[in-house]
């Protein structure tokens, strides 16, 4: 049985093995880097999804998701998804540097009414959406993990598991351009 703590440190050489692989990665290969970490995250996590948008600098507005990790089977992906399209209210929050998370589709508010719809086409149970910034630099993308099996509650402990990951992926990116 795994305590709380050897969940942490395994946690942290994960965070290690994964944060290692981008110290030196050439720019040619950071996006294989982050789909491979996105992969490690679900499977260490049990989880079904993980995305990752980026502000679009030719078309304003937009945030396409450039990273998505999710296993075979998954419902299929929109050659072009767009998550302030699909995720309107999410985005917003997000891009506003808010982290948003619900253990249940019912907890989102009224105004995700969009959000909720598309969650339920992409099978989405339950998510977490955190910013994408380098220290205090404007936020330009953000991260997603989520739960298509069944309704999940998100303890501290996780919610600070994914931040952490944002900041090494927001680091490569940053690097990459």
């Known amino acids: 049985m795994h305590t709380e ?19 030196n ?3 040619d290969q950071v996006d294989g880097e982050i789909r491979g970490a996105q992969r490690r995250m679900c499977e260490f996590l049990d989880l079904d999804r993980s995305s990752l948008g980026q502000v679009s600098e030719r078309e304003p507005g937009a945030v396409p998701l450039t990273h998505i990790h999710q296993p ?9 998804p767009n998550a ?5 209210w999410t985005a917003q929050k997000v891009l506003a540097g808010e982290t948003v998370t619900f253990s249940k589709l019912a907890y989102l508010p009224p105004e995700a009414a969009r959000d909720q719809e598309n969650f339920r086409v992409y099978g989405t149970k339950a998510g977490v ?14 991260l997603s993990f989520a739960v298509t099996r069944k309704a999940r509650d998100w303890p501290k402990t996780v919610i600070e598991k994914f931040l952490l990951i944002a900041q090494v992926f927001a680091n490569a990116l940053a690097r990459k351009q």
């Open 5 to 23: 703590q050897d969940e942490g440190l395994r946690f942290g050489t994960l965070l290690a093995e994964i944060s290692s692989r981008f110290v």
């Open 25 to 27: 990665v050439p720019a």
């Open 72 to 80: 075979q089977g998954g419902p299929p992906i929109p050659k072009r």
């Open 84 to 88: 302030r399209d699909l995720f309107p």
């Open 129 to 142: 959406y955190v910013p994408l910034s380098v220290g205090e630099g404007p936020i330009f993308g953000l």
